[in-house]
């Protein structure tokens, strides 16, 4: 392994990532949502976030502001995939269309070279993104309550987590495919699948109505974004059983043990998805 290959490689593909207009196009969309949803509810009675707070601290539950990120935080959720999922399914086939992935092979470096420096310089990219908003959100609601700080931190974890599975997957559709246009409607329609399509809240409450509760862990398991939003819920401390069916049903099936295997279900998406998108391009031919 040529590690002096892939830190080139890398450093190339974060410089070619950061600067592209899809990527700051969602991080601008990001970073406004995290800037203002999370106080859209303060300022629509007129008040502003200092007034709200004193008045918070005075009048409301001690956990009131909190609990309305954490429902800011799980809604995000699901557009995390649409940063990740296009740049990734591009990656691979984007250089072979245009000849530059032959080229580059000519060089002495091998696949796997070329392909963990694509890996690490997307994900340092993308990732830096989802970090900035997560922060940004953080910022604005809490100020200098440091202590309010960890549960975010892990809610931003589940966040890094699923934006690595997002662009594991779309590496695996970018390998597979011959066309960049055709890899990155595969990457929309992947997407759609997840939040549409297969919808693991609609399909866990029907599944567990004709079939039982455990009928509905399949469908968990198969969906890292609805995984991911429970995982960050129990992180900011929030309860399972009235935020969403699916945390419902998993927290009735697994008790204390939800967030192992909660855990469990995104790192066995990171793994599956990784070892696919290697061997997958380990395999293939460059043209």
């Not at 567990?208 to 890292?224: A, D, F, I």
Request: net charge negative; with cysteine; aromatic share 12%.
């Amino acid at each position: 392994m040529n590690g002096s290959a892939i830190l080139t490689i890398s450093r190339q593909s974060f410089v070619d990532a950061i600067t592209s207009k899809w990527l700051m196009t969602f991080a601008a969309i990001f970073f406004a949502l995290s800037a203002s949803v999370t106080l859209l509810s303060f300022f629509a009675d007129g008040f502003n976030l200092a007034i709200a707070q004193q008045l918070c601290d005075s009048y409301c539950p001690p956990d009131l502001i909190s609990s309305y990120l954490a429902s800011f935080v799980a809604a995000v959720y699901p557009y995390i995939p649409l940063l990740s999922l296009p740049m990734g399914a591009a990656l691979i086939v984007e250089e072979r269309e245009l000849g530059t992935l032959q080229y580059i092979m000519s060089n002495p470096i091998s696949k796997a070279d070329f392909l963990l420096g694509r890996m690490l310089g997307m994900l340092v990219a993308t990732t830096t993104v989802v970090i900035a908003g997560f922060a940004v959100a953080t910022i604005f609601v809490f100020g200098n309550d440091y202590a309010l700080y960890p549960p975010f931190a892990v809610a931003a974890g589940a966040a890094i987590l699923l934006n690595g599975i997002m662009l594991f997957l779309a590496m695996i559709v970018s390998a597979l495919t011959r066309r960049k246009a055709t890899a990155i409607a595969t990457a929309v329609i992947l997407w759609l699948t997840f939040t549409v399509v297969g919808n693991a809240g609609n399909l866990s409450e029907y599944l567990s109505l004709k079939l039982g509760p455990w009928s509905t862990l399949p469908v968990m398991v198969l969906n890292p974004i609805d995984a991911s939003q429970n995982w960050a819920m129990l992180g900011l401390h929030q309860d399972l059983t009235g935020a969403t069916i699916t945390g419902l049903m998993i927290t009735e099936l697994f008790q204390q043990y939800t967030t192992y295997v909660l855990a469990g279900i995104l790192f066995s998406w990171v793994l599956v998805c990784f070892l696919g998108a290697f061997l997958l391009f380990r395999h293939q031919d460059v043209v």
